[in-house]
């Protein structure tokens, strides 16, 4: 007797465990059972398992009967002319939805040219075995794994045309490339999701050398007479939004220039950009502290009923400035109502960002780095045909990460550009290399992709011949103009008196045990006291009761509430930290007593 259990639990028990799970296959072919139904058979523990449930991942295979695929050509033919549609096949039992669970008592067959009497399902296409961006990677199948899947999500954050109206959308933190282009190098995917509709990278001219060393570690070298050309250029956009709030009292926000007597007022200079009505004009440059959108608010806190006049010096200043470390132009002004009816201002900023050191490139395949080097167009090495590459990668990314499918697809883009076409690099379908090779040796170049290369700052002759070809690159939206971050003095938190924590506010750079160690290393002890002197405060501690003592500034006197006033009370040096986790052990009834010593 087998036992058969329905999403775990056990329903009952059964003779003929395989005939039962044959049955349930059967009646779900003939639409008879839900096609949601799975069936699981597992010999070694005697148990029939059906699944039901929601959360499942399942995947469409053609079921195959006596070695021939249930789907025909005549099935084709009437998809093709939309007699039948995709619930049709499923309805008559020609595909079926598998769980992992009945996929381990199936036998897939990879293409049809596999089949044999035994199996069970057969692919749709190979490549369907991917999701949408990984199905984007040329070559996919030369491989490893783990770089097929970075190359998938290195896709996800490259800049292109993410949209067709992004001129009149508000969304925060885009960007947009001025120049897409739709690979050379593609894949069937490209075209069932329209690629070139929302194109995201360029098709660059890549060497793979060595420079100078400046590609080292996943670096990159860019051409600077490509950057002039407008390569990777990208334009940045952000948005400011302001709203007119409601307060009880029937007191409003205001959107105007703020007057002179109002409480915060800032610097004259700040507003000068505003025109009458409180809000920055279209084109304007603006830099950091520059007043996007001038508005007022009423008092935070209304103590008596008096302070309820409206009279503006009672009012506080609350306009929408630039943020720290922002510059840009004013590209859009939007005046509409929210959901309440309220004003509301939007302003849309934007910056043109020209590659440079330090951001963020990838090609499709996870080989990802960032510009190490900007090279004159003149010093860089150049082909016997005068061609110099946009972009040089270094030789040391490749044995290890075993990403073949770079290469092949600089040998591909090499032969799609000579010859003007498209080249299909379908996972499992693509284009053979061997035809590649063939067509690259026609049109006068080696078929292995090498060129005789030259010098550029000397003239002379490479020793070694230089790999070089055509590939899509993308930029990614990882630059380092929203990175770049430094601070000297600058706010602190209310409660800790540490520097306050990120880049928008300021904030101060952490240093963690590694970055303690060089200092240490360096023997630079000064600046590790500085890093460490953050939240520096000077306490006076009763020696006999190693409490914090009372510093009376105003009779000018320091005393210890325990020991009385004749104890010893020295200043001590700490982190204001450590003096609240103090405060938080009295507050818990811990008697923290501190034992001091001379420091000499």
């Not at 939240?535 to 009763?542: E, F, H, Q, V």
């Amino acid at each position: 007797m087998s036992e058969v259990y329905l999403e775990n639990k056990f329903v009952g028990s059964i003779d003929e465990p395989r005939l039962f799970v044959q049955k349930i296959k059967d009646e779900r072919r003939r639409g008879k059972m839900d096609s949601n139904v799975n069936v699981y058979f597992d010999s070694k523990r005697d148990v029939v398992e059906l699944y039901t449930g929601q959360g499942r991942a399942r995947r469409p295979l053609i079921v195959i009967k006596n070695g021939q695929p249930l789907l025909t050509e005549m099935h084709v033919r009437q998809l093709e002319k939309d007699e039948i549609n995709w619930s049709d096949l499923i309805s008559r039992g020609v595909i079926e939805y598998l769980d992992a669970a009945e996929e381990e008592n199936c036998f897939v067959a990879f293409v049809d040219t596999d089949l044999t009497s035994e199996h069970t399902h057969l692919e749709i296409a190979p490549v369907v075995m991917m999701g949408l961006a990984t199905s984007l990677v040329p070559y996919a199948n030369f491989n490893q794994s783990t770089r097929l899947n970075a190359g998938s999500k290195n896709q996800k954050q490259a800049l292109g045309m993410y949209v067709s109206n992004y001129a009149v959308r508000m969304d925060m933190d885009v960007n947009v490339l001025y120049e897409p282009q739709m690979p050379i190098v593609k894949t069937i995917m490209h075209d069932i999701s329209d690629f070139k509709r929302h194109p995201s990278g360029q098709n660059l001219v890549v060497a793979i050398m060595s420079y100078k060393g400046y590609n080292m570690e996943d670096a990159i070298i860019l051409n600077g007479g490509s950057i002039q050309r407008g390569l990777a250029r990208s334009t940045y956009f952000r948005p400011s939004v302001a709203e007119e709030l409601r307060y009880p009292g029937g007191m409003v926000d205001e959107v105007s220039i703020p007057d002179k007597d109002v409480k915060g007022y800032k610097a004259e200079n700040d507003y000068r950009l505003l025109e009458d009505d409180g809000i920055i004009s279209p084109e304007s440059h603006i830099s950091e502290g520059d007043v996007i959108i001038g508005k007022t608010s009423p008092p935070r806190f209304l103590s008596s009923l008096d302070e309820y006049s409206l009279d503006s010096n009672i009012r506080r200043e609350s306009s929408f400035t630039v943020k720290h470390g922002e510059t840009g132009v004013v590209d859009f002004v939007l005046l509409t109502e929210n959901s309440e009816g309220n004003k509301l201002v939007q302003v849309r900023l934007r910056e043109e960002r020209i590659p440079e050191i330090g951001d963020k490139f990838t090609s499709r395949h996870g080989q990802k780095g960032v510009i190490g080097l900007v090279v004159p167009e003149g010093d860089v090495p150049f082909s016997a045909q005068g061609m110099r590459p946009d972009l040089i990668f270094s030789p040391h990314g490749i044995p290890s990460r075993m990403t073949i499918s770079h290469l092949i697809e600089m040998v591909a883009g090499k032969v799609g550009s000579l010859s003007g076409r498209y080249v299909d690099g379908t996972a499992f379908d693509a284009e053979p290399e061997d035809k590649l090779r063939k067509e690259l040796l026609g049109l006068g170049f080696r078929d292995d992709g090498t060129e005789i290369m030259y010098n550029g700052e000397t003239g002379e002759q490479y020793e070694a011949k230089i790999f070089i070809g055509n590939m899509y690159y993308l930029k990614l939206k990882h630059m380092v103009a929203n990175k770049l971050h430094s601070r000297a003095r600058g706010p602190i938190q209310l409660l800790t008196r540490q520097p306050t924590e990120g880049r928008a506010k300021e904030g101060g750079l952490r240093l963690g045990e590694m970055e303690k160690d060089t200092f240490i290393a360096h023997g630079a002890s000064l600046l590790l006291k500085e890093r460490f002197d953050a939240d520096k405060t000077i306490l006076p501690i009763c020696e006999e009761s190693g409490l914090v003592a009372v510093d009376d500034q105003i009779r000018n006197r320091k005393y210890c509430p325990v020991a009385g006033d004749n104890s010893t009370i020295s200043d001590v040096e700490m982190s204001y930290a450590f003096k609240l986790m103090l405060d938080e052990l009295k507050a818990m009834c811990i008697y923290p007593k501190m034992i001091l010593k001379s420091k000499y």
